[in-house]
């Protein structure tokens, strides 16, 4: 009964250290990452710092299915080919930030219902008509020669809306 009652005791012992083990090198993981992350941004320009701020207020105020949908978003940009990608950001970065920024309120000021909604609709037509509906709701703004053709991407990108700047 003795040796009973001391392997219980023995076995309840090592749980207990095996589990506070665990316990110590989950929070050091933690600790670790955090000061990753707190060393990643000290080393931030304060006008990267003032993006990231207004990064994370903007997924704050995302609701979960918007969220989601930008995690979607995100995972298939990292499934592009490297190139594909960089024509992408090419064509983003030639539209004038500020122009950008007023393309992105107007945006935003549909519900998270209409813009889902528009983000359907879109997948349906071609770059062409894509073009030609946003501008028609305001979202994009006149081309400058409405007969000239506007190129469409190499790829089909129908479901990336880029939110973020």
Known sequence: MKLLTLMITFCYLLITVSTQASDEAENLAHTS???RILHRLLQMEDHELIQLRQTIER???????????????????????PNKVDELRRKYRAIPREQRR????????????????????????????????????????????????????????????????
């Open 33 to 35: 990452k955090e000061t």
């Open 102 to 165: 007023a393309m992105r309120a107007r945006l935003m000021e549909a519900t998270p219902e209409e813009r889902a909604r528009l983000r359907s609709e879109l997948r349906t037509m071609t770059p062409k008509e894509r073009q030609t509906a946003l501008r028609e709701k305001g979202i994009l703004p006149p081309h400058p020669n409405e007969n000239e053709a506007i190129s469409p991407p190499s790829n089909n990108t129908n479901d990336t809306i880029d939110e973020a700047e």
């Open 59 to 81: 997924i704050e105020k995302m609701s979960p299915e918007e969220k989601a949908a930008l995690r979607a978003r995100i995972s298939k940009i990292n499934q592009m080919p």
